[in-house]
């Protein structure tokens, strides 16, 4: 029987070309251009090696988001993943992590059979790290988060989960949700090959009506999420001074003085 | 059969067009660039000159251009003195000129009118090589697979990996290459249009420099143009200079051109947004032959790049290029003999066109323009002849050819290389 695993993906706008509008304080993503969110690299990389040591897997990606997602789907697609749905209606604009959690859990259940759900940990563009484990809640299933490295083993979904205080191995019976770490493994690129197909193939794009939900239960107004206020916080000004080679002593008696450093 | 008509290696100009020009003729084309979004790692100084663009994109003036050229400079920079040409004309609505443009914003405004127009345009992957099947090419190679198609145009760029690892190319020596690093400097518009006497905020200012005074006397050539609300300002660097100079940095020179006394003042409180390299091809053709069985090379990649100092074009020639190379496969594939075809005809529809004919007529200008006599003599003396002139010394006044003459003879260069440089000027500028 196959073997179905699901990867969620979010589309963000690169990190490193973010800037920070020096009147608003708010970020600027408009000068960005978008990529998958760096854990959910890491999240298809964990689902393609189950498919390179396994017989008969079926990856499909999944992303809630708005049309222009579908680079992020044809990226993942290159990459080896089998079928791409992008979940998309106006109807989802404004959602805190509640109702993408609930939207993408309906989406889902609506493929029919899973086996694995995998998501990167957390994005890099909100950072909550709730999605991933409110998709588990709402389906009901088992979750591994902070994982760094999954396989299986006598019909068990194996997860070794990096914890502060060292590395939890887990056993899950599927249907089990699974978080994976930024960095965890090494991405694949994609060949112009695979891109091909990828384009060839396409993705689909479904809407709200095609997930049976109810348009109160998603986007804003499906959010229970409130923002009071956002605020700025000064950076420290650093001093900048500079010390020669050979000046040594003079360095650590400045940080001495400063009380940085005690002898 | 093939896979694809034609696969396009290299969104720019070249490429882009190209592509358009197919992909408008129902060709089955593939647009590949290694850059993600396509065309984001390519670098020019930025002016596009004249209208070659509209022949496959009609509606690019209204497109992604900055400012369009109403006065062109040309200087020479020594250390404390600028001599310069600034031309200003309001014939330049009936002559064309050019618009600055910003290639992040333009290239992909481009690659996105080629997938309008039906091309597959997949960016992020680099190609290996030409897959190659008795003489002919039949396709690319990536990571060890083909993509077949029935002709290859090359367009890839100063940086032509495929036609080097493909064996048509040799690998540019330091006479065939220039290294260009680029600034770009966030001013408000209003404060651009002002400080170059501009008459509109649609109008802009173009400039080429001799920089004559760097350290170490290094040969460099610079520019500014000026974009609706940033400067671009670089410089064009002498690769064998840079080589034989161990205390000169490249990046030390666009610092050096920027610090100048007649630059600084119109850079002053703007911001460094992008900074950037890029090989600059130079000394005309840098192939043997511009087709072969199966591929044709267009834009930087051949070489298709104009400096006699006083402009410096590229786009132009790489549109050109990319169009015709386009015409050409559509011609053979007319007559069913669009696979694997000697593309000869594109040499010869090319021939027809300003690219190859200015190649022709500028063979050698950069014996000229990297001379020692333009970037240092020449200025030098018109330096002296300037002072001399414009100034009151209470002493009797000189005729101008005295005045050269004294200065010329004062200078310890050799007056043959002088005299051999200016006949080049006059024959090949």
Redesign the interface.
Known sequence: MTLEIVVMIKQVPDSQEVVIDPVTFTLNRSAA?NVINPADENAIEAALRIKDREKDVHITVITMGPPFAESALLDAMARGVDDAILVSDRAFAGADTYPTGLTLAATITKMGKFDIIFAGEESTDSSTGHVGPGVAEFLGIEQASYTSNTWIEDGFVYAERELEDGIETVRMKPPCLITVLTNSNIPRN????M??DS?RKGIKTWSLADIELKPEWVGLKGSPTVVKSMRTINEKKREGKKFKAGEMDKFVEELVSKGILKL | MSEFDVIVVGAGPAGASAAIKLASAKANVLLVDRADPPGSKNVSGGVLWGDSLSQVAPDWEKGPVERYVEAKGVSFLTKDSRISIDFRSKKFGEYKSGYTVLRTKFDAWLAKKAKDSGAMVVSGVTIDKLSMKDGKAIGVEQAGETITADAVIIAEGANSRVAINSGIKKKPSDRHIALGIKEIIKLPEKTITERFGLSSAKMGFASEYVLGFLDGGVKAGGFLYTNKESVSIGAVISMGDLRNNNQTYSFNIIEQFKEHPFIAPLLEGGRVEEYSAHLVPEGGLAVNSIHGNGYMIAGDAAGFTFSNGLVLQGMNYAIVSGIVAADSFLQKKEKGIGAGANFSNYTDNLSKTFVLKDMKNFRGVDAVTWSNSIHQTIPAIAEEAMLNMFSESGEPKEHLAKILFKSLKERKESKKDLAMDLYRMMRRM
């Open positions: 251009r994609p060949t112009l090959r891109k091909i384009f």
